[in-house]
């Protein structure tokens, strides 16, 4: 059952995460509002970039606050079924995540550079707004993605305890 402590805590995190992601959203489609009443060349260019950070912060934000908590319903049964392989298939899931984050970001922190880079090539305003834009949107994805790991690697350090009590017995 230290699973499901672990688990309680991971998924409040998500829970809370997707709650602020959200909440940033709502401050950013405002000022996209302004954006597009203003007409500014320069700001017109960073619209499609906003577009997909909202995207992401609506999207995934609000999957995660509101989705996250039936996880926690499947693991709960899924411990009282086969609290062994839950562990296991926790553990497993969690390698898996570990991976997939530490690839993302590498490849957020390059488009950021990409995208640093066009914003020097481009002569126009309307494509600087769109690289500051990009910049943005990479630079936006590379916070969510490094909070989300450093919150993985919370539990898996827990669920790796859990195993290794488990093995010792």
Known sequence: MELLKYITEWIKGEVFQGKVMIAIGVMLLIGGIMILKNGNELLSGTTIPLAFILLIFFGYGGFMAFGRPAHLDKVTVAINTNE????????????????????????????????????????????????????ALFFATLVVDTVLHHRLKIYQQGISTINMSMNSK
């Open 84 to 135: 062994a392989d839950t562990i296991k298939m926790e553990a497993e899931k969690a390698q898996k995540d570990h991976r997939m984050y530490s690839i993302l970001k590498i490849i957020w922190s390059i488009l950021i550079v990409v995208a640093v880079g066009l914003y020097f090539i481009f002569t126009k305003d309307y494509y600087k707004g769109l690289a500051i834009g990009l910049i």
